[in-house]
């Protein structure tokens, strides 16, 4: 119990500089590569799920590949959107939580 509350003693005293750092650092040397991989990998899913819907033979399977393949793309373009703008914003984000 006492160790906790030195840890909350010390966040509380800290100002807080140089805590972002390393994780500034990390979002600048991984997140164009985690955007890359991101991309291909919903490309090369995006594809398989295309293909089974083409490959659907009734009508009760091609809605449901349709259904899973329009909710993949919204999901996969709405992950990609957030860490985009995760990447974009690194800069400004540390600066004001460094104030």
């Known amino acids: 119990m006492n160790a906790l509350f030195n840890l909350f003693s010390y966040i509380a005293a800290s100002s807080g500089e ?3 750092n390393p994780i500034y650092e990390g979002m600048s040397l991984v997140g164009p590569y985690a ?3 991101v991309v291909a990998l919903s ?3 995006g594809i398989f799920l295309g ?3 083409a490959k659907a033979e009734n009508e009760a399977d091609k809605l449901n590949a349709q259904k899973t393949l329009v909710n993949f793309i919204i999901g996969a373009v709405t992950v990609i959107i957030l860490l985009s703008v995760l990447y974009a914003i690194r800069g400004p984000l540390a600066a004001w939580i460094n104030e």
């Open 43 to 45: 490309t090369f899913y």
């Open 18 to 20: 140089g805590v972002l």
């Open 35 to 37: 955007i890359g991989v």
């Open 51 to 53: 293909a089974k819907y």
